[in-house]
């Protein structure tokens, strides 16, 4: 076993003094049983904790990390940054930099909004579609995470599935009347829902990739249905790409899967360890972003001079280096060997894997047999899917047996659980749950994804 003296004593502390001794749910080890890990410092493709293990990590902050822990142009922009003063609560050339690099990259994002973390950013988006439409409803897929606004909070997979917290708790029937929860990538029920009370919905929002119920691509052809149902009705399509902006490649979902949104949410790897979060799209709905327009939406730290210059730093170095092509690759292959030796394992299986997300969802055994289904291996075009496969149903590369919250919530969780442990006596640290996605960074070499299929091979024939 690893000693964990430090990060046990410190973590017990941290109980007295926070609530589950942490600061957001998702790093409580609650689902997979056991104290967290407490960390003294990252480098590259490492996480070091308090009692001096090192771990190769592929949960990169919950997805942020893309260019590794401490990359030295990061915390170079950070530190010339932080000595010029960390906020004015005014106007500084940071912003502009940060929102031309976005809006050069993301074809349907205009204008931008920069606010403080993807909770801001979706709250602040459903708040302006329904000031542009003057409509009330919003609909939300089941397993899709938007952060912990209210009206969003219901089916919202994440800690909140991980957790079994269907509705939290002070979210007032109030709060969520307006929301309509529908099935992910299920093209008949967005259908039936539009032909109903198409005219009464403001926005829907979704993940274009889903990474809060482990990864879950979203099919093109339902993709391609929402954008043209919205379209039809007046109503606004939010894309949620706070995860999978720069994850599935460097121009976002949106143009992956060939599709234009009308307002993206963003935040993760633009602020490049900071935190920032922004909403952005068609130049006459963020027009009605107060001052230029009415709906109100402020923020004291927003557009904070070390989160923007962490955000063009990161930003700039994916732009200049163009890594995309090279991670998804180094991300597939985790995922084949990962899927190989579960294989020879006999532990039934299923690799979702998209751009640098990815995850091994273990079946139950009832559900599967000895199938094992490969699901990614979608060769990176430029980050432009075409209209024959984003319209086709099974999108061609994107066909899956995991295409919802109903097939993922099935999975086999003790068996995660057990494998995740295993992993992380052995150096590895995966997310502490079957239902978040593992990410590949610039950093992680094949060598180091060689070590990760050795081990994982181990342990997969150990386990239960
Ligand atoms: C992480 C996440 C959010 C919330 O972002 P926070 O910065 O944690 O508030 C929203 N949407 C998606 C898709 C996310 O993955």
């Not at 960390?39 to 997805?63: C, I, K």
């Not at 922004?278 to 230029?292: H, K, Q, S, T």
């Not at 055994?365 to 075409?386: A, C, L, M, P, Q």
């Not at 047996?401 to 995660?416: E, L, M, P």
Request: hydrophobic residues 40%; charged residues 20%.
């Amino acid at each position: 076993m690893l000693n964990r003296e430090n990060s046990n004593i410190i973590f017990r502390e941290a109980c007295q003094l926070m609530p589950g001794g942490v600061n957001s749910p998702a790093r409580a080890f609650d689902a997979v049983g056991g104290d967290p890990i407490v960390f003294d410092r990252g480098e590259g493709a490492y996480l070091y904790d308090v009692d001096g293990n090192r771990y190769l990590d592929y949960v990169q902050s919950w997805g942020p990390m893309i260019l590794g822990h401490a990359h030295p142009q990061v915390i170079a922009a950070i530190q010339a940054a932080a000595v010029k003063g960390t906020s004015f609560g005014a106007p500084t050339q940071l912003e502009n930099t940060l929102a031309k690099i976005i809006i050069d990259t993301i074809p349907s994002i205009k204008k931008i909004r920069f606010v403080n973390s993807g909770t801001e950013a979706a709250m602040s988006a459903i708040r302006l579609a329904r000031g542009f439409t003057g409509r009330k409803k919003i609909i939300k897929f089941i397993g899709n995470y938007h952060g912990h606004v209210d009206s969003l909070l219901i089916a919202a997979g994440s800690s909140a599935a991980t957790l079994g917290v269907p509705n939290s708790p002070g979210v007032t029937e109030g709060a969520v009347q307006d929301t309509i929860i529908l099935p992910y990538n299920n093209v008949d029920t967005l259908k039936d829902t539009f032909h109903r009370i198409g005219k009464e919905v403001a926005a829907v929002i979704v993940e274009p990739v889903a990474g809060n119920m482990g990864c879950v691509i979203g099919n093109s052809n339902f993709l391609y249905e929402l954008r043209h149902l919205t379209q039809e009705h007046g109503s606004i399509l939010i894309f949620d790409e706070v995860m999978c902006g720069w994850r599935v490649g460097k121009s976002g979902a949106g143009s992956r899967f060939s599709l234009l949104p009308d307002i993206t949410t963003l935040g993760k790897v633009i602020g490049g360890g900071l935190p920032v979060g922004a909403y952005g799209g068609r130049e006459d709905i963020m027009n009605n972003v107060l001052p230029a327009g009415k709906v109100f939406q402020a923020g004291t730290l927003s557009g904070n001079p070390l989160a923007m210059a962490a955000g063009i730093a990161t930003l700039k170095v994916l732009n200049e280096t163009d890594p995309f092509a090279a991670v998804e690759r180094k991300s597939a292959m985790l995922a084949e060997g990962l899927e190989d030796a579960a294989r020879e394992a006999h532990i039934p299986v299923t690799v979702e894997q998209i751009g640098s997300m990815m995850t091994l969802f273990f079946l139950s055994d009832t559900d599967s047999k000895t199938d094992i289904y490969r699901i990614s291996g979608t060769t990176f075009n430029g980050g432009i899917v075409e209209r024959s496969t984003a319209t086709s149903s099974t999108g061609g590369c994107f066909s899956s047996k995991i295409s919802d919250w109903d097939s993922a919530s099935k999975c086999n969780t003790k068996r995660y659980a057990e494998f995740f442990w295993k992993m992380l006596e052995r150096g590895f640290y995966f997310p502490c749950s079957q239902f978040e996605t593992f990410f590949m960074s610039t950093v992680i070499t094949e060598k180091e994804i060689n070590q990760t299929i050795n081990a994982a091979a181990e342990v997969l024939k150990s386990l239960k």
